[in-house]
């Protein structure tokens, strides 16, 4: 954190180094340079751009960089478009596809453009077509590590039986094992089946990872529960004694190495329960990824309160507010002020109350610092939203507020915008002539002094 730190202020002093020669240039009026302002009018100022690449533009310590930089919000690119680059790439190289096929692979490399162009130099090495079954097989378009963890779910999610035997046979020579018999009851089948996915989980050592892709995909199941109680013991039962010896693990690992082994069972009873004979389909099973999108979304989150926070003009304010209550006790009311009712685009033409409301949203939103950017949305379209984006902290992504938020239509939030500029370009002004102003208050005050002491 502190290297990144640094490195963030090492840029800052680098894109403002005209600014700091002016200051000093300003400084040094009627006056004599001294070594060290010399040394900062010596700084060149920056001539070419700097881009900088980051996937949280409002992590703390990107704040300084962000205030001076212009942000430009890129998209990921969707699965039917990236499907269209891979034709053309497709049809340079001379490999073979179909169009299902391509989205497909973008879709289970989840956008990744790298790992589709290394599945496809696989294909054409080997001088086969992209279709549906080289989509399916093991060896392309997935991950290794999620191919793996693939292979584990589809042995926790499937049913063995009669037509198991001979499987189940080579994973116990596979295991050290003897095979007693030609021919093996059901009972014996389960009981090796279930010893082959401990054994099997214990070699991994992804339980978390497991527990995730079990936990976001057993209800997508279709095992037979009609009274559902062999789910509530599930998660009543091994869920939760998943988390309590996991929970012991991580806060003491030295002392409950005796607990780790424990870890394995959970997964069996998620077998026991919610396995069927049909077993793991790729199309309804997903990677887990909830935990990790929670987890993003969070440290956005508080990015975006943290960079309120700093934005706000009173000193009392900001001292006072922390990220938990204003996530709990002020961004609620304070988007609902910001959310007056206006129709009028134009500011002429603003009468009476809705001048009287536009007057008070202005203010509000310059006490803050907020402010309407214009950005390009999924469809290439121009829209305005709010810096920084606070209305993404209220309700949920998949449904729209009961009350709307911001004004919503386009022309208003242009018109606030304008009005917005108009009023910082004015704070600006104001603060260069007081600063002019103190610093003329400063040199006849030396002037005086000067001429007292001559006297």
Same mark, same amino acid.
């Given at each position: 954190?502190?290297?990144?730190?640094?490195?963030?202020?090492? !840029?800052?002093?680098?894109?403002?180094? $005209?600014?700091?020669?002016?200051?000093?240039?300003?400084?040094?009026?009627?006056?004599?340079? =001294?070594?060290?302002?010399?040394?900062?009018?010596?700084?060149?100022?920056?001539?070419?751009?700097?881009?900088?690449?980051?996937?949280?533009?409002?992590?703390?310590? !990107?704040?300084?960089?962000?205030?001076?930089?212009?942000?430009?919000?890129?998209?990921?690119?969707?699965?039917?478009? #990236? @499907?269209?680059?891979?034709?053309?790439?497709? %049809?340079?190289?001379?490999?073979?596809?179909?169009?299902?096929?391509?989205?497909?692979?973008?879709?289970?490399?989840?956008?990744?453009?790298?790992?589709?162009?290394?599945?496809?130099?696989?294909?054409?090495?080997?001088? &086969?077509?992209?279709?549906?079954?080289? #989509?399916?097989?093991? *060896?392309? @378009?997935?991950?290794?590590?999620?191919?793996?963890?693939?292979?584990?779910?589809?042995?926790?999610?499937?049913?063995?039986?009669?037509?198991?035997?001979?499987?189940?046979?080579?994973?116990?020579?596979? !295991?050290?094992?003897?095979?007693?018999?030609?021919?093996? @009851?059901?009972?014996?089948?389960?009981? $090796?089946?279930?010893?082959?996915?401990?054994?099997?989980?214990?070699?991994?050592?992804?339980?978390?990872?497991?527990?995730?892709?079990?936990?976001?995909?057993?209800?997508?199941?279709?095992?037979?529960?009609?009274? &559902?109680?062999?789910?509530?013991?599930?998660?009543?039962?091994?869920?939760?004694?998943? %988390?309590?010896?996991?929970?012991?693990?991580?806060?003491?690992?030295?002392?409950? $190495?005796?607990?780790?082994?424990?870890?394995?069972?959970?997964?069996?009873?998620?077998?026991?329960?919610?396995?069927?004979? !049909?077993?793991?389909?790729?199309?309804?099973?997903?990677?887990?990824?909830?935990?990790?999108?929670?987890?993003?979304?969070?440290?956005?989150? #508080?990015?975006?309160?943290?960079?309120?926070?700093?934005?706000?003009?009173?000193?009392?304010?900001?001292?006072?507010?922390?990220?938990?209550?204003?996530? =709990?006790?002020?961004?609620?009311?304070?988007?609902?002020?910001?959310?007056?009712? /206006?129709?009028?685009?134009?500011?002429? /033409?603003?009468?009476?109350?809705?001048?009287?409301?536009?007057?008070?949203?202005?203010?509000?939103?310059?006490?803050?610092?907020?402010?309407?950017?214009?950005?390009?949305?999924?469809?290439?379209?121009?829209?305005?939203?709010?810096?920084?984006?606070?209305?993404?902290?209220?309700?949920?992504?998949?449904?729209?507020?009961?009350?709307?938020?911001?004004?919503?239509?386009?022309?208003?939030?242009?018109?606030? *915008?304008?009005? /917005?500029?108009?009023?910082?370009?004015?704070?600006?002004?104001?603060?260069?002539?007081?600063?002019?102003?103190?610093? @003329?208050?400063?040199?006849?005050?030396?002037?005086?002094?000067?001429?007292?002491?001559?006297?």
């Amino acid at each position: 954190q502190s290297a990144q730190g640094d490195f963030v202020t090492m !840029l800052v002093k680098l894109a403002t180094a $005209e600014d700091q020669t002016k200051a000093a240039a300003a400084q040094d009026k009627g006056g004599k340079k =001294t070594a060290s302002r010399k040394r900062r009018s010596d700084q060149r100022p920056l001539l070419r751009p700097i881009i900088c690449i980051c996937n949280n533009v409002y992590a703390p310590v !990107l704040r300084p960089l962000r205030q001076i930089a212009q942000c430009y919000h890129v998209n990921a690119p969707t699965s039917a478009r #990236l @499907g269209k680059r891979l034709e053309e790439i497709c %049809d340079i190289e001379g490999v073979g596809y179909d169009a299902w096929s391509l989205v497909e692979l973008a879709k289970q490399n989840e956008g990744d453009i790298r790992s589709c162009l290394n599945s496809l130099q696989m294909i054409s090495t080997r001088g &086969h077509k992209l279709d549906s079954s080289s #989509l399916k097989s093991s *060896s392309i @378009g997935a991950k290794d590590v999620q191919r793996s963890l693939f292979t584990i779910w589809a042995m926790v999610f499937t049913r063995p039986d009669a037509s198991s035997l001979a499987f189940s046979k080579s994973s116990r020579s596979a !295991l050290g094992k003897r095979s007693t018999s030609g021919r093996v @009851g059901q009972a014996v089948i389960e009981r $090796e089946y279930a010893s082959m996915i401990v054994d099997t989980v214990r070699s991994s050592g992804e339980h978390e990872r497991l527990m995730q892709g079990c936990f976001e995909n057993y209800l997508r199941m279709e095992f037979r529960d009609l009274t &559902h109680t062999r789910v509530a013991n599930l998660c009543s039962d091994w869920f939760e004694f998943y %988390d309590c010896v996991d929970t012991a693990c991580r806060k003491n690992p030295s002392a409950s $190495e005796g607990l780790y082994g424990y870890l394995d069972y959970p997964l069996l009873a998620i077998h026991r329960t919610c396995s069927t004979p !049909l077993g793991l389909s790729r199309g309804d099973f997903e990677y887990p990824h909830s935990e990790f999108e929670a987890y993003q979304g969070k440290q956005v989150a #508080l990015g975006i309160i943290q960079t309120l926070i700093a934005c706000a003009s009173s000193v009392r304010t900001r001292s006072s507010l922390n990220a938990v209550n204003v996530a =709990t006790g002020l961004l609620d009311y304070l988007l609902h002020i910001l959310s007056p009712h /206006l129709v009028t685009s134009n500011r002429h /033409l603003l009468k009476g109350e809705e001048r009287q409301r536009m007057t008070r949203l202005l203010e509000v939103m310059s006490s803050w610092q907020l402010s309407f950017v214009q950005n390009k949305d999924t469809n290439g379209q121009f829209v305005y939203r709010l810096e920084p984006p606070i209305d993404r902290l209220f309700g949920f992504t998949n449904q729209r507020p009961v009350y709307p938020i911001l004004p919503m239509r386009y022309p208003v939030r242009q018109l606030v *915008s304008q009005e /917005l500029e108009r009023i910082r370009r004015f704070q600006q002004h104001r603060q260069e002539e007081l600063e002019e102003k103190k610093d @003329g208050e400063q040199k006849d005050t030396q002037a005086e002094l000067k001429q007292a002491a001559k006297r």
